[in-house]
């Protein structure tokens, strides 16, 4: 079973801060790597998608995948209290159309 | 307006009841999906399909069924084989095998 390890959290942020989610992933064929944000009650929303090695910047988020170490990241810049949330990595499993999501990191940024 | 509908929103079943829920999507993709999510847990696979006509098993297929006759539509049925079918069900579409996947806004499903 190939799975993503994400930490359980609960993580919290003071406002403005910078917020670190952490993900590993045990498919080395794994070639798409994505965030997703779970407001409490929602559906996720997808948030970034990487595919290559290196950093991929939009807005306020950056993502990090270095293939090598099985390992994605995602950075939260001036944390807002509205990112308050569970972030979900999800990866898709090699040679197959199916994604593998990680049990989501709970962050909430305080005022 | 593209986008993933779900529905019923909230869904109240009787036990040895089966229940369909449904799935719409108008973005032309070709994949689909259902996942279920527990409390405090992330969300697994039941059943997804690639093509009209074509599905397979997820996860935990056991007491779920599927349906592929549109590329729009991909119901499931939750029938009473489901020991315990209480949980927040998502469907999910996809253009190709390493695009994104988008969410509908999900049926909570809740056994009386």
């Known amino acids: 079973q190939k799975e993503v390890e994400q930490n359980s959290g609960p993580l919290s942020v003071p406002e403005g801060a910078i917020a670190s989610l952490n993900c590993t992933y045990s498919d080395r064929g794994s070639q798409s790597f994505f965030w997703y944000r779970q407001y409490s009650g929602k559906s996720p929303e997808l948030i970034m998608s990487?595919?290559?090695?290196g950093d991929k910047e939009d807005g306020r988020f950056t993502a990090q995948l270095n293939k090598a170490s099985q390992y994605v990241s995602l950075l939260i810049r001036d944390s807002q209290p509205s990112d308050s949330a569970t972030y979900l990595c999800?990866?898709?499993?090699?040679?197959?159309?199916?994604?593998?999501f990680g049990k989501g990191t709970k962050l909430t940024v305080n005022p | 307006d593209g986008g993933i509908t779900q529905s019923p929103k909230y869904l109240f079943r009787k036990e040895g009841q089966n229940v369909t829920l449904s799935c719409e999507q108008n973005?032309?993709?070709?994949?689909m999906y259902w996942y279920r999510q527990d409390p405090g847990q992330g969300l697994r696979l039941i059943y997804y399909?690639?093509?009209?006509?074509?599905?397979q098993k997820g996860d935990i297929a056991e007491g779920y069924s599927v349906s592929r006759e549109k590329k729009e539509s991909f119901p499931l049925t939750v029938t009473s084989a489901q020991k315990n079918p209480t949980a927040f069900y998502l469907c999910?579409?996809?253009?190709?095998?390493?695009?994104?996947?988008?969410f509908g806004p999900g049926t909570r499903l809740t056994v009386l």
């Open positions: 999910a579409s996809r253009r190709g095998a390493f695009d994104e996947q988008f």
């Open positions: 399909s690639q093509i009209v006509n074509d599905f």
């Open positions: 990487i595919y290559s090695n």
């Open positions: 999800a990866v898709t499993q090699g040679g197959s159309e199916k994604l593998v």
């Open positions: 973005l032309n993709h070709d994949a």
